[in-house]
T-cell receptor, first 115, second 112 residues
Framework: GDSVTQTEGPVTVSESESLIINCTYSATSIAYPNLFWYVRYPGEGLQLLLKVITAGQKGSSRGFEATYNKETTSFHLQKASVQESDSAVYYC????????????FGKGAKLTVSP | SVLLYQKPNRDICQSGTSLKIQCVADSQVVSMFWYQQFQEQSLMLMAT?????????ESGFTKDKFPISRPNLTFSTLTVNNARPGDSSIYFCSSRPAETLYFGSGTRLTVL
C-alpha cells in the first residue's frame, strides 16, 4: 500500500539552528503522488504548511522548504533557522491527485525549539 | 479553500454509550473524510462520505461501530457506538475541495 515514514519526535532544536525532518514515501498504487507537509501548532487544528504535486519541484512556506525527490522517494522538510514559534507537530503526507482522494500520513514529529 | 467546523471540541463519555460528532463546512464539498488519531500516532482514515450515498469504510472500521451520515454537501455526522476506552482518541473531519486537504479542529474523545 501507500505509506509515509518520517522522523518521529520529539525533535529538540535551539533557536536559530537549522532543522531537517526526514520523510520518505512509498506510493505503490499512485502513479503521480502529491506530497504535503501539515503542521499542528499547540491548541490548534491541522493546517497545510506546504505541498508539491510535481516531482523535482520545491515547495516553501514560512521559511520551510521541501523538495519532491522521486529518485530517493523523499520529501524532507528543512529550515535554515528555526524560531521558538515553530514548535509544533509536523506531519508528512501523500495522496493521489484529485479532490476525492485520501491522504496517507506519517506519525508526526513533535518539534520543540528552545530559546 | 474550505473551513470545517467541528463540535464538540471534546467529550467524555461512559463505556457503552454512543456519541455524535458533527462537522459543518462553510461551502459545498463533494467528499468528506473522517480520520482517527491516537496520541503520538498517525492519522488513520476511517471513512469517506459522499452526499446521498453510504460511506465507504477503510479496513478496521465498520458502519455498525462508526455510522456516518452525509445528508447534504455541507454537513456530516460521525457516531461512535458502544464506546470503549480503546476509542479514546481525536477524531477529525476533513475535505479536499482542490489539491489540499483541510481539517476541522478535531474532537478529543475520552471514554471512561
Amino acid at each position: 500500500g501507500d505509506s509515509v515514514t518520517q522522523t518521529e519526535g520529539p525533535v529538540t532544536v535551539s533557536e536559530s539552528e537549522s532543522l531537517i525532518i526526514n520523510c520518505t514515501y512509498s506510493a505503490t498504487s499512485i502513479a503521480y503522488p502529491n506530497l504535503f507537509w501539515y503542521v499542528r501548532y499547540p491548541g490548534e487544528g491541522l493546517q497545510l504548511l506546504l505541498k508539491v504535486i510535481t516531482a523535482g519541484q520545491k515547495g516553501s512556506s514560512r521559511g520551510f522548504e521541501a523538495t519532491y525527490n522521486k529518485e530517493t522517494t523523499s520529501f524532507h522538510l528543512q529550515k535554515a533557522s528555526v524560531q521558538e514559534s515553530d514548535s509544533a507537530v509536523y506531519y508528512c503526507a501523500l495522496g493521489a491527485q484529485g479532490t476525492g482522494s485520501k491522504l496517507s500520513f506519517g506519525k508526526g514529529a513533535k518539534l520543540t525549539v528552545s530559546p | 479553500s474550505v473551513l470545517l467546523y467541528q463540535k464538540p471540541n471534546r467529550d467524555i463519555c461512559q463505556s457503552g454509550t454512543s456519541l455524535k460528532i458533527q462537522c459543518v463546512a462553510d461551502s459545498q464539498v463533494v467528499s468528506m473524510f473522517w480520520y482517527q488519531q491516537f496520541q503520538e500516532q498517525s492519522l488513520m482514515l476511517m471513512a469517506t462520505a459522499n452526499e446521498g450515498s453510504e460511506a465507504t469504510y477503510e479496513s478496521g472500521f465498520t458502519k455498525d461501530k462508526f455510522p456516518i451520515s452525509r445528508p447534504n454537501l455541507t454537513f456530516s455526522t460521525l457516531t461512535v457506538n458502544n464506546a470503549r476506552p480503546g476509542d479514546s482518541s481525536i477524531y477529525f473531519c476533513s475535505s479536499r475541495p482542490a489539491e489540499t486537504l483541510y481539517f476541522g479542529s478535531g474532537t478529543r474523545l475520552t471514554v471512561l
